[in-house]
T-cell receptor, first 115, second 113 residues
Framework: GAVVSQHPSRVICKSGTSVKIECRSL??????MFWYRQFPKQSLMLMAT?????????EQGVEKDKFLINHASLTLSTLTVTSAHPEDSSFYIC???????????FGQGTRLTVV | AQSVTQPDIHITVSEGASLELRCNYS??????LFWYVQSPGQGLQLLLK??????LVQGIKGFEAEFKRSQSSFNLRKPSVHWSDAAEYFC???????????FGKGTHLIIQP
């Protein structure tokens, strides 16, 4: 199957700082990638759809100024959590679907802890 | 709006016993249906998927699921669980491509020795 790689797997940052998470499709090009958030012991919630070469589409209730998404190439999307606060601590997971397929492949996730 | 319901938050099963995890969905069109498994602190691994055709689908690790359109269900089954099956299981619905997935709240599977 296709491979989606996410980096870093864990990050701890101080409150008020910004953190960038990378999502790469290693063996296919992805015009669209997805970012999810998962609180402890809860389900995955779609945050936004990352579109190569254009603005991301955010789900209702997600602050686009706090969660900046950039999809500058066909294999890389980044999520930047700006001015992070402890309530932003969560597990962030990205996914991408190879062209012509319906199955989504997920990165391994990033555990963000804001202290 | 689409939604996925996994009515069982926790399920405890003895090792070697059979397993069924329930999933009901609401979707405006013919959905693609997925079951994923997640171990603590890990990403998601696809167990199986249904797009069309045979309503009984086989997946990895001995899992299978049956799509029942009349009941809007896609229940996951395994005839004999192993201790390594202990994990969180998520049912998801979507259309793939430019659409993200909608996940259920998950079912936490505990395996008793």
């Amino acid at each position: 199957g296709a491979v989606v790689s996410q980096h870093p797997s864990r990050v701890i940052c101080k409150s008020g700082t910004s953190v960038k998470i990378e999502c790469r499709s290693l063996d296919f090009q992805a015009t669209t990638m997805f970012w999810y958030r998962q609180f402890p012991k809860q389900s995955l919630m779609l945050m936004a759809t990352s579109n190569e070469g254009s603005k991301a589409t955010y789900e209702q209730g997600v602050e686009k100024d706090k969660f900046l998404i950039n999809h500058a190439s066909l294999t890389l999307s980044t999520l930047t959590v700006t001015s992070a606060h402890p309530e932003d601590s969560s597990f962030y997971i990205c996914s991408a679907t190879p062209p012509g397929q319906a199955e989504a492949f997920f990165g391994q996730g990033t555990r963000l802890t804001v202290v | 709006a689409q939604s996925v319901t996994q009515p069982d938050i926790h399920i405890t099963v003895s090792e070697g016993a059979s397993l069924e995890l329930r999933c009901n969905y609401s979707y405006g069109a013919t959905p693609y249906l997925f079951w994923y498994v997640q171990s603590p602190g890990q990403g998601l691994q696809l167990l199986l998927k249904y797009f069309s055709g045979d309503t009984l689908v086989q997946g990895i690790k001995g899992f299978e699921a049956e799509f029942k359109r009349s009941q809007s269900s896609f229940n996951l089954r395994k005839p004999s669980v192993h201790w390594s099956d202990a994990a969180e299981y998520f049912c998801a619905v979507g259309r793939g491509g430019a659409d993200g997935l909608t996940f259920g709240k998950g079912t936490h599977l505990i395996i008793q020795p």
